[in-house]
């Protein structure tokens, strides 16, 4: 059989693989891409091409117009529930087997690592399921959305919190807002003692989750990005593998069984 560029590239990012024992895997919304999710950036398909963030994503959008915004991430969250975990992501399960621990630090708020059984994720930006009250934050169970699943797009009035009364919002985190100190302590000691960082689809243009890469280089990591467009990390990546995730991490863990597992070679 005859060796391809994928082949290569799956070669060179598991012989640096080999013999890390401690893996994060950072991934951002190119990782859903496949499963149906649309990223954010993304020139034509990217959600704030038809979108503007500034109308649906601070929490000054919400107090002018919260069932726009109520609306809007009901939209979402229903699409999510629709979709399904892609290959790549049982890929990371499935190489995550023979690491000491293999962490996934994600910007995406849709819950797919999880669904797919990763055990060891890190929401950086909150979830799209999580619901809260706007002024005090009490949570608020979804399953009180009883409509969720067939709720039309368009404008939806958030519902009162039923201890406080203030509206319900999303639990992401919006433009302007800190990230969950939790969430970035753990995800920094993770990038912090890890071998290697396996960057998944994000632009790395949004802080403070897009420090975590040049951290884990200021350590010693050695990083490997997969996205099919050059990022301000690919020029730093020891390999930068131009190629999507459903394609390249289903490659990698094959690669790196091959390593594991010589006779098991084509
Ligand atoms: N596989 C891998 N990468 C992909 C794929 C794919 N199938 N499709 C697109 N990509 C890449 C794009 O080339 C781009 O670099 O995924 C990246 C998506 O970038 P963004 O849309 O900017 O998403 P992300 O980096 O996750 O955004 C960060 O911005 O709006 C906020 O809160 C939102 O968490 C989000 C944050």
New binding site residues.
């Given amino acids: 059989m005859r060796a391809t560029h994928a082949d290569a590239d799956a070669a060179r990012a598991a012989n640096l693989l080999t013999g890390a024992r401690r893996l994060v895997v950072f991934t951002?919304?190119?990782?859903s891409?496949?499963s149906g999710v649309p990223?954010?950036?993304?020139a034509q398909t990217?959600l704030?091409a038809s979108f503007n963030?500034e109308e649906l994503?601070t929490p000054e959008a919400f107090r002018r117009h919260p069932a726009r915004v109520f609306g809007w991430y009901l939209w979402r969250a229903r699409l999510v529930r629709t979709v399904e975990p892609h290959a790549g992501y049982a890929a990371l399960v499935h190489l995550s087997a023979d690491l000491e621990s293999c962490v996934v630090v994600t910007?995406?708020?849709d819950g797919l690592h999880q669904r797919a059984g990763s055990s060891d994720v890190i929401e950086l930006?909150g979830r799209l399921d999580a619901f809260r009250c706007f002024d005090r934050g009490h949570p608020f169970d979804a399953s009180r959305l009883a409509t969720l699943g067939s709720l039309p797009e368009g404008d939806v009035d958030p519902p009162p919190c039923p201890t406080c009364g203030s509206p319900i919002r999303p639990g992401?985190?919006w433009f302007g807002e800190m990230l969950p100190a939790d969430a970035v302590a753990r995800a920094n000691d993770a990038v912090t003692q890890c071998d290697a960082l396996l960057v998944?689809?994000?632009?790395?243009?949004?802080y403070p989750?897009a420090e975590l890469p040049w951290l884990a280089l200021d350590r010693g990591a050695k990083l490997i990005e997969?996205?099919?467009?050059p990022?301000p990390f690919s020029s730093r990546a020891h390999v930068s593998w131009r190629a999507?995730?459903?394609t390249a991490l289903p490659a990698l863990a094959q690669a790196l069984e091959q390593r594991a597992n010589p006779q098991l070679q084509p």
Avoid at 39 to 42: I, L, Q, V
Avoid at 226 to 229: Q, S
Wanted: proline share 6%; hydrophobic share 40%; net charge negative.
């Fill in positions: 951002g919304a190119g990782m891409q496949e990223t954010f950036r993304d990217g704030w963030p994503a910007q995406n708020v930006h992401v985190v998944v689809g994000t632009s790395g243009l949004v989750a997969v996205n099919p467009t990022t999507t995730a459903a």
